[in-house]
Structure formats: C-alpha cells, structure tokens
C-alpha cells in the first residue's frame, strides 16, 4: 500500500512563508484535490512532493522512506504534471517520451499508446516548441503516465486545456484513480468530479480537509471553500 506522509512541511522564501506547518497523509485510492485561492502555497507544496524543491522545515515520506534523500528508484515512482512542461525542445515529442521510456526501463510501445491516448500521435515528429501550451501541458501528461507511477502529483493539469483536451484528460484520470492522485486546481468542476478528498490551502496552511461525499455537489463545496478562506459573503 502507497503511503504519502507529509510532517510539519514548511517552505519560507526570504522572510515570506509559503507553506507552513503543513501536515497531510494520503494513500493509495485517494485522489485529494487540492484548492486554495492564488498564491496559497498548492504549486510550493506540489514542487515539495515531487522533490522539484526542498522544504524549509518538515519531511515528506513515502511509504516511510525520505523523498528528499530518495534514490532515482522511489522517484520514479512519482509521475508529475507541473506549470513548467519540463520538456526538452531539442527533442521530438516521441523522442521526449522514448527517453523517460529508457531512464524508467519501459518499453517503447508504451510511448505510441500515451501519444495517441493524448491525441498527439499525429505530431509526434515535431518538437514541443512548436506545440501550443495545451499540446504540451497534454504531452507532459503523457509523460507522466509513462512509468505507470504509483503517486501522481498534478499542478493545474486542465489549465490551457481544450474542452476536448479536458473530455480526454478527465477520462485518463478515472483510469488512474485506483493510485495517489494529488491535484491543485482553481477549477472546482472538474476538481471535485475527480477527488474524494478536498484539501483547501490558504497563507500556506490547510484550512479545511474533508472527504468530498461530505458535500451535496460542487457548489456545496464551494461555498464551504469561501467560508474556509475568509469569502463568505463578498
Ligand atoms: N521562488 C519563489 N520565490 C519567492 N516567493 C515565492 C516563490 N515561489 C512561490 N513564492 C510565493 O509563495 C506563495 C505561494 O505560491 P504558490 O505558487 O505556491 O501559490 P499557488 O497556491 O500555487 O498560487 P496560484 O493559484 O496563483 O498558482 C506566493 O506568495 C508566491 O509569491
């Protein structure tokens, strides 16, 4: 069973903040969404847990084990959607998945299926610096998936996306959601759909955590995320 252990977590830029303190549990099965209002801390925590940053005080732990101080093995068990695409732009689209294919020991095949399972198999001869930001927020996607990982942390997967980017992307998600799934999102439709757990950050601290079967719809949620961030009423 996947276990992500998160204690005390706190990232502090300067004399500023981020996240403090913040402690979470997830496993596998769980999908949380995670919500907050702009500059609540969800892409800091989102880089803390997929080591693209190192925290200020706190750990995260994976079935018991440091990330921070994870081998490649552990962090290949993480796939990660961030704003940042992360993609080489000397490289074709393939080319970008065939090398994760190798670094993560997966067959090549694998890239042909996740090309076409993000409608991208028809361009997959040209680099991603031609592509819109849509293509390659779906082509990161894609990367993502490759390994099959245990943990997928997501920041903002539908931003930039199509409605029919966002149709396959919510379908790729249901497929996935037997794994840990964490997703930031300003989008509570297409959040809630998703998660089963809601978390709701603001000035870098978990105001609210609470299964998502709590709330009737979406807009019961919503109204219960204003009142957790101070809105209520505005
Ligand atoms: N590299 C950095 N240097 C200084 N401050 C930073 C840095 N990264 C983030 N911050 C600050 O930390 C706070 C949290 O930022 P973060 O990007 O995590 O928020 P967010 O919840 O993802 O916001 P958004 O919804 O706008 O994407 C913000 O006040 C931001 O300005």
Same mark, same amino acid.
């Given at each position: 069973?996947?276990? %992500?252990?998160?204690?005390?977590?706190? @990232?502090?830029?300067?004399?500023?903040?981020?996240?403090?303190?913040?402690? %979470?549990?997830?496993?596998?099965?769980?999908?949380?969404?995670?919500?907050?209002?702009?500059?609540? !801390? @969800?892409?800091?925590?989102?880089?803390?847990?997929?080591?693209?940053?190192?925290?200020?005080?706190?750990?995260?732990?994976?079935?018991?084990?440091?990330?921070?101080?994870?081998?490649?093995?552990?962090? !290949? *068990?993480?796939?990660?959607?961030?704003?940042?695409?992360?993609?080489?732009?000397?490289?074709?689209?393939? &080319?970008?998945?065939?090398?994760?294919?190798?670094?993560?020991?997966?067959? =090549?095949?694998?890239?042909?299926?996740?090309?076409?399972?993000? !409608?991208?198999?028809?361009?997959?001869? &040209?680099?991603?610096?031609?592509?819109?930001?849509?293509? *390659? @927020?779906?082509?990161?996607?894609? #990367?993502?998936? %490759?390994?099959?990982?245990?943990?997928?942390?997501?920041?903002?997967?539908?931003?930039?996306?199509?409605?029919?980017?966002?149709?396959?992307?919510?379908?790729?998600?249901?497929?996935?959601?037997? *794994?840990?799934?964490?997703?930031?999102?300003?989008?509570?439709?297409?959040?809630?759909?998703?998660?089963?757990? =809601?978390?709701?950050?603001?000035?870098?601290?978990?105001?609210?955590?609470? #299964?998502?079967?709590?709330?009737?719809?979406?807009?019961?949620?919503? *109204?219960?995320?204003? &009142?957790?961030?101070?809105?209520?009423?505005?």
């Amino acid at each position: 069973m996947t276990r %992500l252990a998160v204690d005390g977590l706190s @990232k502090r830029f300067g004399q500023f903040d981020a996240l403090r303190a913040v402690d %979470l549990e997830v496993s596998d099965g769980e999908f949380l969404g995670l919500f907050g209002p702009n500059g609540a !801390g @969800k892409s800091t925590l989102i880089r803390l847990l997929s080591t693209l940053a190192t925290p200020t005080e706190g750990t995260v732990l994976l079935d018991g084990e440091p990330l921070g101080e994870a081998s490649d093995a552990v962090r !290949g *068990r993480l796939g990660v959607v961030t704003h940042d695409t992360m993609l080489y732009d000397d490289l074709t689209a393939r &080319e970008n998945l065939r090398l994760h294919a190798r670094l993560h020991g997966v067959d =090549a095949d694998r890239c042909e299926t996740l090309l076409d399972r993000v !409608g991208l198999a028809h361009r997959a001869s &040209e680099r991603p610096n031609a592509f819109s930001h849509g293509m *390659r @927020k779906r082509l990161s996607f894609a #990367r993502a998936l %490759l390994h099959d990982p245990d943990v997928l942390l997501l920041d903002e997967p539908y931003a930039g996306l199509d409605q029919r980017a966002a149709a396959t992307l919510s379908d790729v998600l249901t497929d996935v959601s037997d *794994r840990l799934v964490v997703m930031a999102t300003h989008d509570f439709d297409r959040g809630f759909e998703h998660c089963d757990r =809601a978390v709701v950050l603001d000035r870098g601290q978990v105001q609210l955590d609470a #299964r998502a079967d709590e709330y009737a719809d979406h807009g019961a949620f919503e *109204r219960a995320y204003r &009142e957790a961030v101070g809105l209520e009423g505005t």
